[in-house]
């Protein structure tokens, strides 16, 4: 398991613990059943050939936020963070208002909607300081 996944299982784990990070993620989410972030980790963009396919699932049951991550790739997530070498990708976690410059410099691509990627990393990774302080002991 590669560092961004344990990042990503650092989120799922955290996330339903945080009320900033359920406010939030209720206002995301809003009408929908949940939000679908795919990752494809250390590879080849013309050869379609990846290391690690995962994704996070967010949703709530019965008010409560349910996080998972799953092997693979989802039929239709909102997002696809596409990293083809993962000591970039982490700068993502690092540093969420860098990403447009991540993309800029070539070293991160995304498929589907940007806009849900920028709220998933304004809505979870960047509003709680606890989790944003683990999560950057773990890049570090």
Known sequence: MGKIREVVEIIAAESPKS????????????????KVIGFRINGSIESSTWEERFHLIIHFK???????????DY?????????????????????PKGLMKLIRAGKLWVMANLNEGLKFLSSVVARDPELFKKINEKVA
Do not use: C, H
């Open 19 to 34: 009320e900033k990070i359920k406010d939030s993620v209720k206002s995301w989410i809003s009408t929908y059943d949940g």
């Open 62 to 72: 019965n008010g409560d936020l349910i996080t998972k991550v799953r092997e693979g």
């Open 75 to 95: 039929p239709s997530p909102e997002v696809i963070f596409i990293i083809t070498r993962e000591e970039d990708g982490l700068e993502i976690f690092k540093n």
